[in-house]
């Protein structure tokens, strides 16, 4: 039997890399939708709402997210060797802060001590920046290395937990601070729509592969558009609405955008617009005679 | 860890540009690993290395679709839908069928009823299958006639009009610029990157370093196009066209100081008068060819000592003219001109703007190349090599396949020659040279193979086409001493014959003409006519066709397919053989040492394979011929003499030897020969080290210093012998009423015009019955360094690697041309010729011109394992073997007209 | 200070996929993994049209990205500017291999064999490591062949023995290998004396294979 050659023999321009599938976007998924939560199951705490669901569902989240990354790695049983590297590992941290994050959550959840729970929002803040450093040190994707994609995961992270704090809410009719959460929800859908453009304009500028930004102009509908701007309108008409309907429902039509195209954005950014850095020569070589000849930079735009 | 790790030396022959060395890491018996053999960079001239296709060598040997036992067809029927159905069986039951059919044909008698040999063997080109079989060279020795006409490609396909013309010309049969020194070279398709070995990448890559330009000229950038300064894309089968508008410009666009006028006429053929009938006129005493003497203002026989030969002019004279068969004619008072003055007028029209309109080049371009080859010609310089002085001319020409092969051929590698002829640039220092001799003799030595011939030219021994010597029924298949007197008469010539018309008379005898004969026995071994020859489909059916096949086979394989019997040998790290290695040789062999290498085992050969040299043995102990083979092996018909003036290492010829007997005594010859009698170390010896050399002169590099000791000139530029062989082979076959070849016969002109060249492909297509239009595109091909030679097809490392190289595996179409049509890169298309049809990924590039398409290699393999599965597109069942295409030397081209459709998507 | 460093002339080049294949072997590296590979960049438009050849594969980088994203360790720097995997310790999370930008990193997660997965050849079934299973691998700049060589007094780029395994199959001495920190070094003579350059210099991993295109600039512009 014949291999069969493909495609992929000898590629010069950038190409997708395959060695990160959905299950290690499932961890930026769930993990960026679970530490959200985990932040405005604190925030709703304050206002007086339930704790233990969201806690739980974020916590919960998360761990569904390390189950995706320990699906993934070559060779599981190793697993705790992740904790070798704090020194400049954003993995290893990652890996770090989750036995606390988890501890103190449960912990808070059974106490429901104030200041733990404060200590948990935190801790999955920094979880939540690992995440984002994480990608961002992943220096061969371009797509991945923009210093604007930070901010971008965290937003919308934040947004997902927004959204699924709105949906928990509604689920379990804690309805009374609804509305608070629908204006964080519009604020930070606003800010990750900047926060969108802010990326996409970067990567122009610096230059990237030219099929990683056909990838993320694909889903400038479903998720700038779809999931930032509508729910931005209907949040905007929600709060300015007394009727219990519209608040809910409008509230919970954005939730599902807001989260849905967040979850989108990370599947495409890890699987459909990770190309890689590709080859590329400054100048071509002088063949006996004459100059070269000018660079080549296949694949990028 | 490995208990215990080898290295054994060995040599590689996969191909022509070798031999080269190496070393193979073998780890508690396993080979695991091919390395350069680091200790012969001291002699050897590309640092010691072998090159990517050596690296096969570990996979071929483990390769589990080896044939490891002898098998017997077991399915009458023949054919590519036939399988068959092989089953094993041992080799006394196997060499016992081979010897009874053998032993059945000698008492019929070696000749059948059409005179010719009942035993054919084919193996594949360049003889590089000989350093891999063995002894078995002395068994065919000893057997008798034996015809080798059924060719795989070689001979046809491959540089053949430069090994006839080459040789003829300049002892050349190939030729390669002084890579070393020269500082410019036009290389018309010469792939020198993908064919030219180790020694050519590194001697190239050197120059490139030291600022040498190559400009590569050829329809497509090939990864030597890549490599060169330049590329200009050249129209397919133009190429003498702009080699003809060069010497126009040197002639009338150039003042004559920029040539070598005293290398012109002391050493060409330059100042000879010619006749009204076209042949030199001749002092009618001496019959000597006639010069203008300037000083004496008279005519004198070309030798004599103290002239000064006009160049130019027009002369009245009384002379001789000999033409063919023995005509002649007294002339009194004759108007005369000098052979270049002929040439002068006869490049008149070859303007660079006529040019233009022929190979689609700019004449801007032309004339600044022929600008930069002057520039670079140096004439008047010279240089001391080994305390002789030499002129020194760093300017070269090469000319690939395709290009130096089939119509158009003679013109090109006849401007080639002229061209450094008229800059005293041929075999110098510097210039173009000569690699080795296989049709003049001996094959080890160009310079002694340099005997003055007639009229002050270099001898040639040309098949006879006088009345009474003349070849008429011919002996061999492929007819070459009848129809090819060029092909001369060496142990090479059958194989530089016609040899696709072995395999078309079989389907179908030209008029008058006696029948072409299957062969009683066909050898066939390390060669797949199925897919490295024409129109293979039908090859495969007058294989079919014949009665008892005997494949020593590797693995199962597209020809082995029709075999009776196949019988394994051990393969290249299993067996022992021993090669001459150094001095100067094919493609860019050039050393400053010369001796031998080994082959040897390096690990135990696999299941139940065999040394070839224990099956030549074999096969002569059972067919009676053990004292002829051991004496055939004793005058050196397997690799050299075990005899010679001061030694004896002959074999006993009553007794059976092994193979290990037999290498360690030539060993001990080549051992004796290499050290002047000093040691006569054997095989043991050179299983340690590996090889064994002297050094040698570089003036044996260059051919000019022996013509000029013998007082010879080149042959150049008017044809006159050639003229007259033409003539008088016209004359011999319209005596037998033989018209077929007359298109051919007029190659012979002393002074070739051109001629439409690519409008001959365009005919035949045309009266195949198609519409031009309907096959825009010429399909051409192109070397690949990973496959050349076909070892290593059905090899997955090899397939893996060569697809980092655009092209291999598909169809290479111009980008925007396909875009044109539809086609994105990937999709599966269809080429169709008037022959057959192929399909593959369309690979879209631009470095192929708009009305090209290239398909790199030879595949199509349906019978191979693991190739057969690449389903790689090869043009090979898209070229026709055709009489309208094929020319005088008896080759034609890898060309055709195709047209092309898409037919489904990129697979995903 | 050592750094080991490379220097591949890219005006030798010529694409015969040799060093390729050499170090396919030398390495025992499972069918399609390539951790020295050469490339065929085509560049312009017909008829302008340029081809180049470019061998590539781990840059043994000054400031490698692999190490600082590696969470195990597995992934260092030596001294000597090598930069090694530790098979035992990697846990194949993939993230070096995202985060070098020369895709120089492979991992595969079965054993494979060329001629079929059920027809294992012996010289395959010799080498077999199922240390690099499911764990990144890369080139080494065959540092065993480094350090056992230097063991014995050899020097690697000048001694066969330990130097790496495309520097010795390549047929047209493209390749240097060397002591970049020795300014008398084989290398760094060649160097001073081309005009180079590395490859996506601008993103600062420092990589340690060093192109060379053209002779020393002479400072007059003119072309030979």
Redesign the interface.
């Known amino acids: 039997?014949?291999?069969?050659?493909?495609?992929t023999?000898?590629?010069?321009a950038p190409w997708h890399?395959s060695?990160?599938d959905l299950r290690?976007a499932g961890n930026f998924v769930f993990g960026g939708a679970g530490t959200g939560l985990v932040v405005f199951a604190a925030i709703g705490y304050v206002f007086g709402a339930a704790y233990v669901m969201p806690a739980l569902i974020g916590l919960a989240l998360v761990g569904a997210g390390l189950l995706c990354?320990w699906a993934?790695?070559?060779?599981?049983l190793?697993?705790m060797?992740?904790?070798?590297?704090a020194k400049?590992?954003?993995?290893?941290r990652e890996?770090m802060v989750a036995p606390f994050l988890f501890a103190s959550g449960l912990a808070a959840v059974w106490t429901g001590y104030q200041a733990l729970v404060w200590a948990v929002a935190v801790l999955a803040l920094v979880y939540l920046s690992c995440q984002a450093q994480?990608i961002k040190?992943?220096?061969?994707?371009p797509a991945?290395r923009n210093p604007r994609i930070v901010p971008l995961i965290m937003l919308t992270g934040l947004c997902e937990g927004a959204s699924l704090a709105i949906l928990v809410a509604a689920a379990t009719a804690d309805h009374a601070y609804l509305k608070w959460l629908e204006a964080f929800l519009l604020a930070l859908v606003l800010a990750r729509g900047l926060a969108w453009y802010a990326y996409r304009s970067g990567l122009q500028h610096e230059g990237a592969p030219t099929r990683a930004l056909a990838a993320l102009s694909r889903i400038e509908l479903p998720f700038a558009m779809l999931g930032n701007w509508t729910p931005l309108v209907l949040l905007f008409i929600a709060l300015a609405s007394s009727s219990v309907n519209v608040i809910f429902w409008l509230g919970v039509i954005s939730a599902l955008a807001a989260f849905g195209s967040g979850w989108l954005f990370k599947v495409v950014l890890i699987t459909r617009a990770?190309y890689?850095?590709?080859?590329?020569?400054?100048?071509?070589?002088?063949?006996?005679?004459?100059?070269?000849?000018?660079a080549?930079k296949?694949g990028w735009h | 860890m490995a208990k215990s790790v080898r290295k054994v030396p060995e040599y590689c022959y996969q191909c022509v540009a070798g031999p080269d060395l190496l070393t193979v890491k073998v780890e508690d018996g396993v080979a695991t690993e091919i390395e350069p053999n680091f200790r012969a960079a001291e002699v050897h001239p590309g640092g010691g290395k072998c090159c990517v296709k050596a690296y096969g060598l570990v996979q071929k040997t483990y390769n589990p679709d080896r044939v490891l036992q002898p098998m017997k067809r077991t399915n009458p029927k023949k054919g590519r839908e036939h399988d068959p159905r092989f089953v094993p069986i041992g080799w006394d039951e196997a060499l016992d069928i081979v010897s009874s059919k053998l032993n059945e044909i000698r008492a019929k008698g070696l000749l059948d009823q059409e005179g010719y040999p009942r035993v054919a063997a084919s193996f594949g080109g360049g003889g590089v299958p000989t350093y891999y079989m063995g002894t078995f060279p002395a068994f065919l020795a000893a057997w008798g006639a034996v015809d080798f006409s059924f060719g795989s490609g070689q001979g046809v396909g491959c540089t053949h009009s430069e090994h006839m013309y080459g040789e003829l010309w300049h002892r050349a049969f190939t030729v390669c610029p002084d890579t070393p020194s020269t500082r410019y070279v036009l290389s018309f398709g010469a792939n020198a990157e993908a064919a030219g070995g180790v020694i050519g990448a590194w001697r190239h890559a050197d120059?490139?370093v030291r600022?040498?330009?190559?400009v590569q000229i050829e329809p497509h950038i090939s990864v030597t196009g890549?490599?060169?300064?330049?590329w200009i894309p050249i129209k397919p089968k133009t190429d003498a066209a702009f080699l003809f508008a060069m010497v126009h410009l040197m002639l009338h666009e150039h003042a004559r100081e920029r040539l070598d006028i005293p290398f012109i006429k002391a050493h060409t053929g330059s100042p000879y008068l010619v006749g009204p009938h076209h042949y030199f006129l001749r002092d009618p005493r001496t019959r000597k060819p006639l010069i203008w003497d300037l000083t004496s203002d008279r005519a004198v026989p070309f030798d004599q000592l103290d002239t000064d030969p006009a160049l130019e002019g027009a002369f009245k004279l009384d002379a001789l003219e000999v033409g063919a068969d023995g005509q002649e004619w007294m002339h009194r008072g004759v108007a005369a001109k000098t052979s270049f003055g002929m040439l002068v007028q006869h490049m008149l029209p070859y303007t660079p703007e006529w040019a233009e309109s022929v190979c689609d080049i700019v004449p801007g371009t032309i004339r600044r190349i022929t600008n930069e080859y002057l520039d670079h010609a140096c004439v008047g310089e010279t240089i001391e090599i080994d305390g002789e002085v030499l002129a020194f001319r760093p300017v070269s020409i090469a000319l690939g396949r395709t290009v130096n092969n089939g119509w158009g051929g003679y013109e090109c590698v006849w401007a080639r020659t002229l061209i450094p002829c008229l800059l005293g640039a041929l075999e110098v220092p510097g210039g173009t040279l000569g690699t080795t001799v296989r049709l003049n003799r001996p094959a080890t030595s160009r310079q002694a193979s340099v005997k003055m011939g007639p009229d002050g030219f270099m001898d040639y021994p040309m098949n006879p086409t006088d009345f009474e010597h003349w070849q008429s029924s011919p002996k061999v298949r492929n007819a070459h001493a009848t129809l090819v007197p060029l092909s001369a008469n060496s142990p090479w010539s059958q194989s530089l014959g016609p040899t696709h018309f072995a395999w078309m008379f079989r389907k179908q005898s030209p008029d008058h003409w006696k029948k072409v004969t299957a062969p009683d026995l066909w050898f066939v071994y390390r060669t797949n006519p199925s897919i490295s020859f024409w129109d293979t489909a039908e090859v495969v059916n007058r294989i079919s066709e014949f009665p008892f096949v005997v494949g020593f086979a590797y693995t199962p394989d597209e020809t082995n397919w029709m075999a009776d019997i196949l019988l394994p040998e051990c393969t290249d790290l299993e067996s022992t053989q021993l090669i001459r290695i150094g001095g100067t040789k094919f493609i860019e062999a050039f050393w400053d040492h010369e001796g031998f290498a080994l082959r040897q085992p390096a690990v135990k050969p696999r299941g139940d394979t065999r040394d070839f040299t224990d099956i030549a043995t074999e096969l002569a102990a059972r067919t009676g011929l053990l004292e002829q083979y051991n004496d055939a092996i004793n005058r050196g018909a397997a690799c050299t003499a075990l005899k010679g003036k001061d030694f004896d290492f002959g074999l006993d010829p009553a007794v059976k030897h092994t193979s290990e007997e037999i290498w360690d005594r030539m060993c001990r010859a080549a051992s004796t020969e290499v050290t002047d009698g000093r040691t006569s170390e054997g095989l043991a010896w050179y299983r340690e080290h590996g090889y064994r050399t002297r050094p040698i002169s570089r003036l044996v590099w260059y051919l000019f210093p022996e013509l000029r000791k013998q007082g010879i000139r080149f042959e150049m530029p008017y044809q006159e012998r050639l003229l007259r062989v033409g003539v008088q082979l016209g004359n011999r076959l319209h005596e037998q009423g033989i018209k077929w070849w007359d298109t051919q016969l007029t190659e012979y002109q002393a002074l070739p015009p051109y001629k439409d060249f690519p409008g001959i492909w365009e005919r035949e297509t045309v009266a195949q019955g198609c519409k031009l239009e309907d096959y825009p595109f010429w399909l051409i091909t192109a070397r690949s360094m990973q496959y050349a030679w076909g070892s290593n097809v059905g090899i997955?490392l090899i397939?893996?690697v060569a697809?980092?190289?655009?092209g291999?595996?598909g169809i290479v179409i111009n980008a925007r041309r396909a875009r044109e049509l539809g086609i994105e890169?990937?999709d599966i298309i269809e080429v169709r010729s008037y022959v057959g049809k192929t399909h593959g990924p369309a690979v879209l590039r631009e470095g192929i011109r708009p009305d090209t398409l290239l398909m790199i290699g030879q595949f199509s393999h349906w019978a191979t394992p693991?190739?057969?599965?690449?389903k790689a597109p090869s043009m090979n069942s898209l070229v026709a073997m055709s009489m309208a295409l094929t020319d005088a030397t008896g080759s034609s081209a890898d060309l055709v007209r195709v047209g092309v459709r898409r037919v489904g998507a990129?697979?995903a | 200070m050592t750094r080991w460093a490379m220097a591949v002339?890219?005006?030798r080049c010529n694409g015969c996929q040799t060093c390729t294949t050499a170090c396919r072997q030398a390495n025992a590296t499972p069918?399609?993994v390539q951790w020295r590979?050469?490339?065929?960049?085509e560049?312009?438009e017909f008829p302008e049209v340029?081809r180049?050849f470019?061998p590539?594969g781990c840059m043994h980088c000054g400031d490698p990205?692999c190490?600082?994203?590696?969470?195990?360790?597995?992934t260092k720097q030596r001294a000597d500017g090598l930069v090694t995997i530790d098979y035992d310790?990697?846990?194949?999370?993939?993230?070096c291999?995202?985060?070098?930008?020369?895709?120089a990193r492979h991992?595969v997660?079965r054993n494979t064999f060329a001629?079929?997965d059920d027809r294992p050849m012996e010289s395959e079934l010799a080498r077999m490591d199922p240390e690099r299973?499911?764990?990144a691998t890369k080139c080494t700049f065959c540092k065993d062949r480094i350090d056992a060589g230097r063991e014995k007094g050899l020097t690697p780029g000048v001694d066969p023995e330990a130097t790496p395994a495309c520097v010795n199959s390549c047929i047209t001495d493209a390749y240097v290998f060397g002591d970049r920190d020795d300014r008398n070094s084989k290398l760094s003579k060649l160097l001073e004396e081309t005009t180079h350059?590395r490859?996506?210099?601008e993103?600062g991993?420092d990589p340690g294979i060093y192109?060379?295109?053209?002779?020393k600039a002479t400072g007059t512009g003119a072309?030979?």
């Not at chain 1, 040190?137 to 994707?141: D, F, L, N, Q, T």
């Not at chain 2, 693991?866 to 690449?870: L, R």
């Not at chain 3, 291999?97 to 895709?103: R, S």
Request: glycine letters at 12%.
């Open positions: 039997m014949s291999a069969p050659l493909g495609r023999a000898g590629r010069t890399q060695n990160w290690a990354v993934e790695i070559g060779r599981p190793r697993a060797n992740v904790y070798r590297h400049t590992s954003w993995m290893t890996a994480m040190a992943s220096r061969g994707i991945w990770a890689n850095q590709g080859f590329a020569l400054p100048r071509l070589p002088v063949r006996g005679t004459g100059s070269g000849g000018p080549a296949p | 120059a490139r600022g040498m330009k190559r890549a490599a060169s300064a330049e997955p397939d893996e697809g980092n190289l655009k291999h595996r890169d990937g693991y190739a057969k599965d690449m990129a697979a | 002339d890219l005006r069918p399609g590979q050469v490339l065929d960049m560049t312009g340029r180049a470019v590539v990205p190490e600082h994203v590696c969470p195990t360790t597995a310790i990697c846990i194949g999370c993939g993230y291999a995202v985060a070098c930008p020369y895709q991992i997660h001629f079929g299973i499911s764990v350059f490859m996506h210099e993103l991993a192109y060379i295109w053209d002779r072309d030979q």
